[in-house]
């Protein structure tokens, strides 16, 4: 099943919005989550690095507590394939007005 949002578009003489869904095509979700997976890589990436870098500041620095660290900064930081898909899909309305 193709990803969709819903966005509200304003028509004039009314003060309420007619909303439109907006549908992503398979090319894009896949391109979108190609995306996501490469910049969460990233993310983790550095994360581990500063959880590493933490846990030495902090006298922690054991395997368990690096990962643990690692794992709680990736979590606040991650952007989820759905909130990738959103903004590809808030584009798409974007373009279309």
């Not at 003489?13 to 896949?30: A, D, F, I, M, R």
């Not at 395997?63 to 899909?89: P, Q, T, Y």
Request: charged share 30%; proline share 4%.
């Amino acid at each position: 099943m193709a990803f969709s949002k819903t966005f509200p578009k304003t028509v004039p003489g009314t003060s309420y919005p007619q909303w439109e869904e907006v549908y992503l095509t398979p090319e894009e979700e896949k391109l979108v989550e190609e995306l996501c997976s490469k910049e969460n890589g990233l993310i983790l990436s550095e994360c581990l690095q500063e959880a590493k870098a933490l846990a030495i500041k902090q006298g922690v620095n054991s395997d368990e507590n690096v990962v643990k660290l690692a794992i709680a900064l990736f979590e606040k930081r991650a952007s989820h394939v759905v909130f990738w898909k959103e903004i590809k899909a808030k584009e798409k309305f974007d373009e279309q007005k």
